[in-house]
């Protein structure tokens, strides 16, 4: 079992940028694949990121294609979330998840974190 705790939000003008971390313990990280979703204000979480155990292998969802990525320290035990160009519709609780799945991109998520507030001003 892992355990995973978010940090790094914050609120933020457009156009800027925040790095988001998320601390993992427990079992060793590069056990899973891991992943990035937000949900905003009245609506369904959704994908933002996901990062293969080697961290070899990206996905985005089409709306932060080259704004934003994602990247895994298996050694520092962390994965991280860099955002940039940040827009107010980015405003939304930002969680980790971890997954001990096969199958490229995950299908579904086995661990999740508690969340940071991420909050874009225009």
């Known amino acids: 079992q892992v355990q995973l705790v978010e940090s790094g939000g914050g609120l933020v003008q457009a156009g800027g940028s925040l790095r988001l971390s998320c601390a993992a313990s427990?079992?060793?990280?590069?056990?899973?694949?891991m992943g990035w979703f937000r949900q905003a204000p009245g609506k369904e979480r959704e994908f933002v990121a996901a990062?293969?155990?080697?961290?070899?292998?990206?996905y985005y969802t089409d709306s932060v294609k080259g704004r934003f990525t994602i990247s895994r320290d298996n050694a520092k035990t962390t994965v991280y979330l860099q955002m940039n160009s940040l827009k107010p519709e980015d405003t939304a609780v930002y969680y980790c998840?971890?997954?001990?799945?096969?199958?490229?991109?995950?299908?579904?998520?086995?661990?999740w974190g508690q969340g940071t507030q991420v909050t874009v001003s225009s």
């Open positions: 427990g079992r060793t990280l590069s056990t899973y694949d």
């Open positions: 998840a971890a997954t001990l799945g096969v199958t490229w991109p995950p299908r579904g998520y086995d661990y």
């Open positions: 990062i293969s155990r080697s961290g070899v292998s990206r």
